[in-house]
C-alpha cells in the first residue's frame, strides 16, 4: 500500500491565506482534476469523498460547457439550503472547492477563489512540469 503524498506546504499557505480572506468558508480541499486529496482544511467533512464528487461533478460540467460551445470550465456554483459549494479549476490538473455558508457574498467569493486557483494552478503547473536536464541558458 502506498503512503499519501504530504499536502504541498504552498498549497497549504493558499488555503490558509484565502481562510483568511473568506472567514464564512467551512472548509476548502485542493485535488487533482481526477479526484486525489493535493491539500485540504475541511473540518467536518471527508476530503476524500469532496474530491471524488468533485472529479464526477467536473466531467459533467466538461460535458456540458463543451455541448453547449461555451469553452473549457472556469467554475461550478451549487447553492444548498445551509450553503455554497464553488468549485474553481486551479490550472491544468487541479481544483479548488470551497464550502461556504449561506450568507457568504458570493462575488467576494468568485474573486478570491478565483485569484486562489490561479496561484495554486501556478504551484502545480509548475510541480508538474517536465523537468529539463539540459541547459538551455545561452552562453554569452
Known amino acids: 500500500m502506498t503512503q499519501p503524498k504530504p499536502p504541498d506546504p504552498e498549497v497549504l499557505?493558499?488555503?490558509?491565506?484565502?481562510?483568511?480572506?473568506?472567514?464564512?468558508l467551512t472548509g476548502v480541499v485542493a485535488a487533482t482534476v481526477d479526484g486525489l486529496v493535493l491539500a485540504?482544511?475541511?473540518?467536518?467533512v471527508e476530503p476524500e469523498g469532496v474530491a471524488a464528487l468533485t472529479a464526477a461533478a467536473l466531467g459533467v460540467s466538461l460535458r456540458l460547457t463543451d455541448a453547449t460551445g461555451q469553452g473549457g470550465f472556469r467554475e461550478l456554483l451549487v447553492r444548498g439550503e445551509d450553503g455554497y459549494v464553488a468549485t474553481y479549476a486551479a490550472g491544468a490538473t487541479a481544483v479548488l472547492t470551497l464550502l461556504a455558508e449561506p450568507r457568504i457574498n458570493v462575488g467576494r467569493l468568485h474573486l478570491e477563489a478565483r485569484?486562489?486557483?490561479a496561484r495554486i494552478g501556478e504551484l502545480m503547473d509548475r510541480t508538474n512540469a517536465p523537468q529539463d536536464t539540459h541547459d538551455t541558458t545561452p552562453t554569452v
Open 13 to 24: 499557505a493558499e488555503i490558509e491565506r484565502l481562510r483568511t480572506r473568506l472567514p464564512q
Open 115 to 117: 485569484r486562489a486557483g
Open 40 to 44: 485540504e482544511d475541511a473540518p467536518g
